[in-house]
């Protein structure tokens, strides 16, 4: 039973692009309502959430505030790692993970939980290892997409759409 989704944010998150403003302080990331919408519906289940990224960036902190992401870890030189440190603090075990990565620095997470995705603009060598390939690219509802997929998979349709009835 999946009861942690982790996501990646450049890529998976987000489509990938970085824009900087004038000063320093100024990072721009663009979020897909519809990722955002599928991981509050999949907390309010009851499940739990990870964000494990590369980078640090405090658009990133606001985004996971504002979901109310369970887990944040930035800056992240071994995804695994941390992840295994979550699982520790939750009493779960890598089968009950399902993640989504694009890149080689994800490789190593995707290859030890239970369920791996994804998003369709993913590295060649990332598209061979995971379970599955979604049909969206990173950034463009990807997210929700995985998300639908576990629910589908693990029989929460129904409990899914109630939510919001």
């Given amino acids: 039973m999946i009861e942690l989704l982790v996501f990646d944010v450049d890529g ?11 000063s320093d302080a100024e990072e721009f990331k ?7 919408f599928g991981i509050v519906s999949w907390m309010k289940l009851g499940k739990k959430t990870a964000i494990i990224t590369g980078r640090s960036s405090r658009v990133v902190e606001r985004r996971a ?11 992240v030189k071994n995804k695994k790692a941390v992840l295994q440190e979550i699982l520790e603090k939750e009493g779960l075990a890598f089968e009950n993970v399902a993640a989504i990565g694009d890149d ?3 490789l190593s997470l995707l290859r030890s939980v239970g369920l791996s995705f994804a998003p369709s603009d993913a590295l060649p060598m ?3 290892a995971v379970d599955v390939v979604l049909k ?18 693990q029989n929460l349709s129904e409990a899914f759409v109630n939510l919001w009835l």
Avoid: P, S, W
Avoid at 12 to 22: A, K, S
Avoid at 137 to 147: C, D, L, S, T
């Fill in 12 to 22: 998976c998150l987000t489509d990938g692009g970085i824009m900087y403003g004038n």
């Fill in 30 to 36: 663009t979020f897909h309502v519809k990722d955002g």
């Fill in 65 to 75: 505030k504002e979901l109310g992401i369970t887990h944040l870890y930035q800056d």
């Fill in 104 to 106: 080689l620095n994800d």
């Fill in 126 to 128: 990332v598209l061979d």
């Fill in 136 to 153: 969206k690219e990173g950034g463009k509802a990807a997210v929700r997409e995985m998300i639908d997929i576990v629910v589908e998979k």
